[in-house]
């Protein structure tokens, strides 16, 4: 377990400058940390920070501390925070990027299935494999792209 | 008119004294003085320096034609900057002066004292706003000092053309209108008639006392609303130098500071004021055996007939009857038993609307506020779960003389055990009211306080942050959270109603500083509804020409130091109109309100800028294009003469005859042809 | 915070910056120049503000100066409709602001250059918003560039009837036209 | 009415297929039979957009263009596929810089998209096009004492509410009522179902199922109404799970299409009733009492 401390060392300028470069996402500066992204979220139950913590700690540049989050994998996409949130920061988007991100750094925790299936669902969709129309069992592929 | 033509090309530098630039004399032209300005460019501090390099400024300045002398300072308003210009014209025997500082709708006056003081004309001035212009806007210093320059260079070549004029004095009427009968509205109306002015008191509804009649007790000493606001109410009533006019709208005002024209209209109440001695037969005889309409007063929690008495403290006590609702208007076949009931006749059911023209010095506005419609913020369940409330629904019930008497029960009865109260509803939120509304956080305790008491309910404040900046605020927060209310520091996200079918509702809340989401039943959940301005705000404002900031409320003169002013001269603001505010700050701004427009009254006078228009009588061929033009009827055509005339008392200097004008004939003071000229070449003649 | 850090700015010489005489009535658009100030709202410094009282007071003949003595823009700035200090008078100016527009254009002058826009006192971002428009659009055409001299285009005798005309057209156009 | 393609989306020809041949019953029913969009691909769902932002519009916008090319809007009864194309749409149309790249990939496949498709769900085609009045003459066997729960999910209503009112949607309790059920008040409407969390956190996502059902159980509903092939799923398919936990009856969970079916005649067959884990035979009871 981490310990409870964080120095200005754990910071990362750096990924604050670009999550409140994310569009809309500037917004998290004015953040009054009223709750409702949180409160309103069905699974916030089951998270380790709230998304109002979890938009705090970018904001402060805790790369490691918000990656490293269950609660970006736990976003069903659901949209009730962005809709309810009074400052109109787009937090389900600001999720979205989370994710992309954790899955370019690598930095998801494996025992979490739901990074390795989303990952399987884009390869299962684009798959490098942009060919010849198939009714797939799952999913249709795009007819004729070879790729984007 | 004298006129001051002539002015000559600059002459070299020759001196200088004091680091300041001074320029030798203009030589003589066509015969008059030469032209000597004098240039004060302002640091304000570091707001102008710290952007615009003054220094170069000035120094620049110092090298215009005709400039005698160039100087900067760090303050000009200061006594030390004006004793600065007033030696000057002495001493360097200056006869025009260019001050570059701040707006002149801050400074003009100040300055043109200080012209005053040292012997001049004081409109022998002109001012340059390179603060809000250039330093405050512009963050590229090398800009910034060149627009600077520029702006002081297009002054200095107007000044050249300015000429002496004396102010006008307009006199003012000593009547006052005051819009609104709330709080605000009575106490301004209150302390000018015990000034001894007349006072036309407006006030839409049918009784005054606004929304403060509504309230049970007021935060943070929690005296009684009624007891404090009834004696006045009927002060206003007694006051032989007020005019009361209820059920009133203002529909048109013309006219100018000192001699306002307003139109107003006043709405059939269907009762003669002057018989009715509010008794209520009349109600107890409607054919209606009880109450059937939604009661205003009570926000709807309880039930009045189509004839009825605003409310038991309305003044004028005195009975009004809804057209929509009684049966006599509707068919024409009631039986008319509320007729019968009065001894004193006073049922009209063919009362007119009447208008009626008032003629006032000044003009009060004090049109209140709404409170924000809590069905705007659906997720919260108002309209649709019986036990949800907005505050001000609340205040009814807590209130001894409401529709329960002061007991707060559900509205099956039932006494609340848990209440949660949502700060913040319709504020701070975008999608509503950005603004914070002031007086929720302290009227929420107040109801957690007064709830808590009468029926020991667990209560739960929802809020965002808890803002109680004023007297004894704090104090009363502590109190209420030592009486053991919950303050729980997050907004609601989600409430409804369980399915066991008792009304007990379910809020889901973050208790941020928990850190976890909190899930808590309550049987009533009260909205503190925030404030708004007026759905109307926009056409009000537009009746009296006054300005909406962004957010709608009625915008003052300066934020700081006209808080009460308008851009309108002679129309005021009191109360919430302006902005949210508590019943104290109200009362403070109103009687501000009343002292500004006393101030302005007891001098009988105004001193108007002399800017009207004048036709230069030769020049004029008397073609009669600007007639037509001019929205105060000043100008009027001399049939023997064939030329144009301007009478100069109904002029308001707008220059738009100036502009129309085919031969050029007409002259605006202070905005002369020559001088906009000057000024355009001014700002574009760049090295 | 500002100091002379700023003076290696974007704003080189060599760069053309254009010039924009901003006439702006006393009620509205000066108070919403003001309240940009106060509320630290930073435009385009291109804008040179001159004071009237009521935009009805613009003469044309003060926009064809501007542009002869090397203005590459002109902006009014007046109240809203029905807003005006003296009831009418930016119905005047809209009124001229059109003819004029189209007497600028038959000399070739683009109608970017031109602009009239209602202001009111409490919009100091639309003022920010329109400075800034108006300097990125006049930016993109460059220098004015006037096909007649400045001297004779100043003048109403020098421009012949092109612009005389016009100055009557706008007096006998006294009767009211629908603002839209 | 513009011409409607109709995008199943890759749910519906599988696990939702009930949702498919219901639609297609009553569209076909109400005179209006449903003309599939050809060569239509995944919309890439919400799990694409976790990987790749600009590849998941380009894949989306691919069904844009092909509605395009038969001038015809898009009719789009998957919850998640009705967010992702309407979220696609609207972006294109704000952001430039996207509308060019994504351009540049459908000119790669020798199509284009110039922003002239609406994204259009049954509920709004059904109460605005072809109307409630319509709808109610072509029943046939009134679903008298049906007490239906409505549940709406929450995609189809945020974060755009395109068609319906945000917090208090209404589209699908006018139809049910038209059928003459009798709609109980779900507070639940548009709470999420979990639906992409219960394959991948059981536990967490049976909770979010179990209180959705146990909500409607406590209303005394006796079936839930949906309108995503995820929620159907996601609530049906795992109930026996959630009732392995938690204390709940057994509630059918059918498309507002199937039930809008059924009171419109059609067999239940025909409707894929059959199709649902937790039977469905108290409603189709219900229908045959009334009908006897």
């Given amino acids: 377990m981490r310990p409870n401390i964080r120095t200005e060392a754990d910071r990362s300028p750096e990924f604050a400058r670009w999550i409140t470069s994310l569009p809309g996402a500037e917004k998290i500066q004015e953040c009054m940390h009223c709750g409702l992204c949180s409160a309103s979220c069905p699974l916030f139950a089951y998270m380790d920070y709230s998304p109002r913590q979890l938009m705090h700690l970018g904001r402060e540049g805790f790369e490691a501390d918000v990656l490293g989050s269950f609660t970006i994998w736990l976003c069903t996409s659901c949209y009730q925070c962005t809709v309810e949130c009074p400052r109109q920061i787009p937090v389900t988007e600001i999720m979205y990027a989370l994710k992309r991100r954790a899955i370019e750094e690598g930095v998801y925790t494996e025992h979490l299935p739901i990074p390795i299936l989303a990952r399987e669902f884009q390869r299962m969709v684009a798959g490098g494999i942009w060919s010849a129309r198939d009714d797939s069992r799952f999913v249709r592929r795009p007819s004729g792209v070879d790729g984007i | ?237 007694a006051h032989p130098n007020i005019t009361l006019m209820t059920m009133t709208d203002v529909v048109k005002v013309e006219g100018f500071v000192g001699s306002y024209e307003v139109t107003v209209k006043h709405r059939p109440r269907y009762i003669d004021v002057s018989l009715c001695v509010g ?40 009975v009004l009857i809804d057209p929509e609702q009684c049966i006599q ?46 069905r705007r913020s659906p997720h919260y369940g108002y309209g649709i ?77 929802f809020y965002i942050d808890i803002r109680t900046p004023g007297k004894g605020f704090e104090e009363f927060y502590q109190r209420v959270a030592a009486e053991g209310t919950h303050l729980i520091r997050g907004k609601v996200a989600s409430v409804y109603q369980q399915a066991d079918g008792d009304g007990e509702l379910l809020v889901d809340v973050e208790d941020t500083l928990a850190g976890m989401v909190r899930r808590i039943p309550v ?85 108007l800028e002399p800017n009207t228009a004048h036709v230069i009588a030769e020049d004029c061929s008397g073609c009669k294009t600007c007639i037509p033009l001019c929205p105060y009827q000043a100008i009027l055509h001399d049939d023997a003469e064939n030329r144009a005339e301007i009478n100069e008392v109904l002029c308001k200097g707008c220059g738009v005859c100036v502009a129309a004008c085919p031969s050029g004939s007409i002259v605006q003071n202070l905005f002369e042809d020559m001088e906009i000229y000057e000024e355009i070449e001014g700002v574009l003649a760049y090295a | 915070m500002r100091e002379k850090a700023d003076n290696t700015g974007p704003t080189s010489h060599e760069e053309f910056e254009p010039r924009i005489v901003a006439l702006f009535c006393n009620w509205c658009t000066y108070m919403a120049a003001d309240l940009a100030g106060t509320s630290r709202m930073g435009y385009a410094p291109n804008v040179r503000v001159v004071r009237v009282m009521c935009s009805g007071r613009i003469d044309p003949q003060f926009i064809m100066h501007a542009f002869a003595r090397g203005a590459d823009g002109v902006l009014i700035g007046g109240c809203h409709p029905g807003d005006c200090h003296y009831q009418e008078g930016n119905y005047k100016a809209l009124r001229r602001f059109r003819l004029l527009r189209r007497v600028i254009e038959s000399l070739g002058i683009e109608r970017e250059r031109l602009r009239l826009e209602w202001i009111s006192a409490s919009e100091a971002d639309r003022l920010r918003r329109v400075a800034d428009e108006m300097a990125a659009d006049i930016r993109a055409l460059g220098p004015l560039q006037l096909s007649i001299p400045a001297e004779d285009f100043a003048s109403a005798e020098g421009a012949g009837a092109e612009l005389t005309s016009p100055r009557i057209a706008w007096q006998t156009a006294a009767k009211e036209v629908a603002i839209p | 009415m513009k011409k409607l393609a109709y995008y199943p989306g890759c749910s519906l020809k599988g696990t939702g297929r009930a949702y498919d041949e219901s639609l297609r019953a009553v569209f076909e029913v109400l005179g209006e039979p449903l003309e599939e969009l050809d060569d239509w691909n995944c919309c890439g769902a919400t799990s694409y957009m976790s990987i790749d932002k600009r590849e998941a519009y380009a894949l989306a916008s691919r069904n844009l263009a092909l509605a395009e090319r038969e001038k015809a ?210 409603v189709l009871e219900r229908r045959a009492a009334h009908a006897a």
Wanted: with cysteine; net charge negative.
């Fill in chain 2, 523 to 607: 049987d009533m959940l009260i909205l503190a509804v925030g404030l708004e301005p007026r759905a109307d705000a926009e056409e009000v404002r537009r009746t009296f020409n006054i300005t909406c900031s962004g957010d709608g409320w009625f915008m003052e003169r300066h934020p700081k130091l006209a808080p009460v002013e308008t851009f309108t001269d002679g129309v005021y603001l009191a109360g919430c109109c302006q902005g949210p505010k508590d019943i104290p700050e109200t009362v403070a701004q109103a009687g501000a309100a009343a002292g500004q427009a006393l101030a302005l009254i007891d001098r009988a006078y105004i001193e």
């Fill in chain 2, 329 to 374: 208007f509707s068919s024409g076949k009631c039986k008319q038993t509320c007729l019968e009931a009065c001894d004193r006749d006073a049922i009209l059911f063919d009362q007119e609307e009447r208008v009626e023209t008032l003629e006032v010095g000044a003009i009060i506005m004090a049109t209140g506020f709404q409170t924000f419609d809590a």
């Fill in chain 4, 73 to 282: 809007d898009l009719l789009t009864p998957c919850n998640a596929c009705y967010l992702v194309l309407e979220k696609t749409r609207r972006h294109l149309a704000d952001s430039a810089e996207m509308g060019h790249r994504v351009r540049r990939a459908l000119d790669a496949v020798g199509l284009s998209y110039e922003g002239d498709v609406r994204i259009r769900h049954p509920l709004e085609v059904l109460t605005r096009d072809v109307g409630e009045e319509r709808i109610k003459e072509a029943v046939k066997e009134p679903l008298k004492g049906l007490k239906v729960a409505p549940y709406y999910g929450c995609q189809i209503v945020r974060p755009y509410a395109t068609f319906d009112d945000q917090y208090h949607p209404q589209t699908m309790d006018r139809l049910l009522k038209a059928t003459g059920a009798k709609v109980v008040p779900y507070p639940f409407k548009t709470r999420c179902c979990g639906a992409s969390q219960t394959g991948t956190l059981p536990e967490v996502g049976l909770h979010l199922v179990y209180r959705l059902l146990n909500e409607a159980e406590a209303r005394g509903a006796d079936v839930l109404a949906v309108i995503c092939p995820l929620c159907q799923f996601n609530l049906d398919a795992y109930q026996s799970q959630v009732r392995r936990e938690y204390d709940l009856e057994p509630i059918p969970i059918l498309y507002f299409s199937q039930i809008l079916g059924l009171a419109l005649g059609i067999p239940a067959k025909k409707l894929g009733i059959d199709r649902c884990v937790v039977s469905a035979n108290r």
């Fill in chain 2, 279 to 318: 008794c209520q037969q009349c109600i107890d005889a409607c054919v209606y055996k009880r109450g059937k309409f939604e009661d205003e007063f009570d926000v709807g929690l309880s039930k009045r007939k189509p004839i009825y008495l605003p409310n038991a403290q309305a003044v004028p006590q005195v």
């Fill in chain 2, 385 to 461: 779960y019986p036990n949800v409330y907005t505050a001000l629904e609340v205040e009814r019930l807590v209130n001894a003389s409401g529709p329960t008497g002061g007991e707060v029960v559900l509205r099956d009865g039932e006494k609340p055990t848990s209440v949660g109260i949502v700060h913040c509803v319709g504020s701070r939120d975008q999608k509503t009211n950005p603004w914070c509304s002031k007086v929720c956080c302290m009227y929420s305790l107040k109801l957690a306080h007064l709830i808590k008491e009468k029926t020991d309910a667990e209560v739960y404040n």
């Fill in chain 2, 1 to 237: 008119m004298l006129r001051e033509d002539g002015f000559g090309s600059g002459s070299t530098r020759d001196r200088a004294v004091d680091g300041a630039t001074v320029n030798g004399d203009a030589p003589l032209t066509n015969g008059n003085p030469p032209i000597r300005i004098g240039v004060y460019v302002c640091h304000c501090g570091t707001n102008i320096a710290r952007t615009v390099d003054v220094e170069q400024v000035t120094e620049k300045a110092g090298e215009l034609p005709n400039v005698t002398v160039a100087r900067d300072y760090k303050y000009m308003c200061s006594d030390p900057g004006q004793e600065m210009i007033k030696e000057d014209i002495e001493e360097l025997g200056l006869n025009r002066i260019v001050v570059a500082s701040c707006s002149p709708n801050l400074h003009e006056e100040t300055f043109r004292g200080a012209t005053a003081a040292g012997g001049l004309n004081p409109f022998f001035f002109q001012m340059v706003n390179i603060r809000e212009h250039a330093s405050w806007v512009h963050e590229d210093r090398e800009s910034a000092t060149e627009k600077a320059i520029d702006l002081v260079r297009a002054a200095v070549q107007r000044v050249r053309h300015h000429r002496a004029l004396e102010t006008r004095r307009v006199p003012i009427r000593p009547e006052v209108l005051v819009v609104g009968g709330g709080i605000a509205g009575i106490t301004a109306a209150l302390t000018l008639a015990h000034a001894g002015k007349h006072v036309y008191l407006v006030e839409r509804e049918a009784s005054i006392g606004g929304h403060m009649a509504q309230f049970d007790k007021t935060f943070p000493t929690l005296d009684c609303a009624a007891c404090i606001l009834t004696p006045k109410m009927t002060q206003v009533k």
